[in-house]
């Protein structure tokens, strides 16, 4: 199926550090939304972007929606052990939800 | 606000057998989508519901359908199981003004043996 292209599939870091991964595709998205996994749980809305060079920050997380509508980035400050996961954007058009393949953020404390 | 709850969250059947599960989303949100998550596909668009009607559907076989009814209650089905249908099932809701921002469900945990 549609994927978006997201990068990088993998990070590790240490605690305290920025972070930034992105996601691009060939499609214009009326939407980009950004979701945390947990092991074995659902994905959780992290930010929500619906317009073309939109900039928004959930606390340590800020979300941007490219101005061409086709990418997306997501930038996670002063990283802390909880934040470890997987990541995913996904972009909505059509009525439907296409997602990256996740980046997994790894922490060393 | 109760969030999206999902039922079984683990079930293990055989090849060949059918399974049915359950997503109750968030009170007053009417869409319903069902996704496939599986390590080597990701996250694959299975179906969306609205108001008891399809109106999306993604690439997978017939063997997997699925209903909405009218409390926007779904529920998904899969006939005739295969190996290969092992994955996390999520469901997600969304609000009465659209499906653009959709919130999951824990999922359902299907093994097939």
């Known amino acids: 199926g549609q994927q978006l292209n997201q990068s990088p599939q993998s990070m590790f870091i240490q605690e305290g550090e920025d972070v930034s991964m992105n996601c691009t595709s060939s499609?214009?998205?009326?939407?980009w939304l950004w979701y945390k996994q947990d092991p074995g749980e659902g994905p959780v809305l992290l930010i929500a972007?619906?317009?073309?060079?939109e900039l928004t920050s959930n606390g340590r997380l800020t979300a941007q929606f490219g101005i061409t509508r086709k990418d997306s980035f997501l930038n996670i400050s002063a990283s802390i052990p909880s934040d470890v996961g997987i990541y995913f954007c996904?972009?909505?058009?059509?009525?439907?939800?296409?997602f990256g393949q996740g980046t997994r953020l790894t922490i060393n404390p | 606000k109760a969030g999206v709850t999902q039922t079984p969250r683990y079930l293990i059947k055989t090849r060949g057998q059918q399974v049915t599960l359950s997503c109750s989303p968030i009170?007053?949100?009417?869409?319903v989508s069902w996704y496939q998550q599986t390590p080597g596909q990701g996250l694959q668009f299975l179906f969306e519901?609205?108001?008891?009607?399809?109106?999306n559907k993604g690439n997978f076989p017939g063997r997997f359908s699925g209903r909405q009814f009218s409390n926007s209650r779904s529920e998904m089905n899969v006939s005739t199981l295969e190996l290969g249908d092992s994955a996390l099932y999520l469901c997600?809701?969304?609000?009465?003004?659209?499906?653009?921002?959709?919130?999951f469900g824990p999922g359902t945990r299907l093994t097939v043996l």
């Open positions: 997600a809701s969304s609000s009465p003004t659209g499906t653009d921002t959709q919130y």
């Open positions: 499609s214009i998205f009326n939407t």
């Open positions: 972007l619906y317009k073309a060079g």
């Open positions: 996904a972009g909505h058009r059509a009525q439907k939800l296409v």
């Open positions: 009170s007053g949100h009417r869409s």
């Open positions: 519901y609205f108001s008891e009607t399809q109106r």
